[in-house]
Nanobody, 124 residues
């Protein structure tokens, strides 16, 4: 069974940091580009960042550029999202997703497999 499992969410104060992990089971991530998406209450799902299957190409939403960093460790079958300088508007459920292509995209419809999400809350 193909699964993606996110972890690392939680409650953090504004200006703080969190590192999210996306671990795959049942398949290898080597041949998949991975994206991170988020959805806040009452808002549409938003593409945050993505990384190509080889890790050589990344893409970020303007709202997180310079604060978030995506990376992958194919040996561990895991992708990470390092989030620094967090703001209250970053509060959302964060999802990772995989699509069987080498290119990066922030379009949710291009992704075939999704995790269940992890809650990130930025509040003082």
């Amino acid at each position: 069974q193909l699964q993606l499992v996110e972890s690392g969410g939680g409650l953090v104060q504004p200006g703080g940091s969190l590192r999210l992990s996306c671990a795959a089971s049942g398949f290898t991530l080597d041949y998949y580009a991975i994206g991170w998406f988020r959805q806040a209450p009452g808002k549409e799902r938003e593409g945050v960042s993505c990384i190509s299957s080889g890790g050589g190409s990344t893409n970020y939403a303007d709202s997180v550029k310079g604060r978030f960093t995506i990376s992958r460790d194919n040996a561990k079958n895991t992708v990470y999202l390092q989030m620094n300088s967090l703001k209250p508007e970053d509060t959302a459920v964060y999802y990772c997703a995989a699509h069987p292509g080498y290119y990066t995209t922030l379009e949710a419809w291009e992704y075939d497999y999704w995790g269940q999400g992890t809650q990130v809350t930025v509040s003082s």
